[in-house]
């Protein structure tokens, strides 16, 4: 075996280990994944057209000042809110019900 075809060797070696550790990696990050229908925007309990969640009820409303669920800025801002579904996903909304993150159940 030549220098070069060390060198390659070496290269495919990596990049193979790379691989298999990415995907060791996504697979343990399965309670993290938005792919996870527990964390999907399409699950009836995350999405913004369930009442629980939506910018209509009151309790997620910009202009009720008694909201304890806001999201705020770094400024003060209320740019959103956050609700819990029944299987323990927080969702965050921003204040038009836009689904803008989630924290997966623990």
Do not use: H
Not at 7 to 20: A, F, Y
Not at 74 to 86: A, E, L, V
Request: some cysteine.
């Amino acid at each position: 075996m030549n220098k070069i075809q060390g060198r390659k060797m070496k290269k495919t070696l990596v990049v193979s280990l790379s691989l298999i550790a990415a995907c060791t990696a996504s697979a343990q990050n399965w309670e993290n994944s938005p792919n996870n229908w527990a964390n999907s925007p399409n699950n009836w309990a995350n999405s913004s057209n369930n009442w629980a969640n939506s910018p209509n009820n009151w309790a997620n409303s910009p202009n009720n000042a008694n909201s304890n669920n806001g999201v705020f800025d770094n400024s003060g801002n209320r740019i959103g809110y956050s609700s819990q579904s029944p299987n323990g996903v927080t969702n965050i909304y921003n204040n038009n019900g836009d689904r803008i993150g989630y924290r997966p159940a623990r």
